[in-house]
């Protein structure tokens, strides 16, 4: 089984940057791909990055291209999300996923999940 911490989360003015970082735990899919979620009140929850095992390959939402980078650390079983260029619309509820398969740009297969940290964005 796999186990997903994710943190980072916060309250910040649109323009700023925050970085939400994710620990895995348990050996089980730990090699897999992983990504971020989020999810706004009245939407429905979006794959916003993903990345291979390996790091080498990433998608994103073409809301959040340019301006998010998600990287991960296997030494540490770790994934993160640096969110740059802050926007009012980013804000919404964000969670750390794991893939059950190789895929990384494919929503339905991720499906281990953090607790979720909660980022909001001020006009």
């Known amino acids: 089984q796999v186990q997903l911490e994710d943190s980072g989360g916060g309250s910040v003015q649109a323009g700023d940057s925050l970085r939400l970082s994710c620990v895995a735990s348990?050996?089980?899919?730990?090699?897999?791909?992983m990504g971020w979620f989020r999810q706004a009140p009245g939407k429905e929850r979006e794959l916003v990055a993903g990345?291979?095992?390996?790091?080498?390959?990433?998608y994103y939402a073409a809301s959040v291209k340019g301006r998010f980078i998600i990287s991960r650390d296997n030494f540490k079983n770790a994934v993160y999300l640096q969110m740059n260029s802050l926007k009012p619309e980013d804000t919404a509820d964000y969670y750390c996923?794991?893939?059950?398969?190789?895929?990384?740009?494919?929503?339905?297969?991720?499906?281990?999940w953090g607790q979720g940290t909660q980022v909001t964005v001020s006009s």
């Open positions: 996923a794991a893939s059950v398969s190789e895929k990384y740009d494919y929503a339905p297969a991720y499906g281990y």
């Open positions: 348990g050996r089980a899919f730990t090699s897999y791909a």
């Open positions: 990345i291979s095992w390996s790091g080498g390959r990433s």
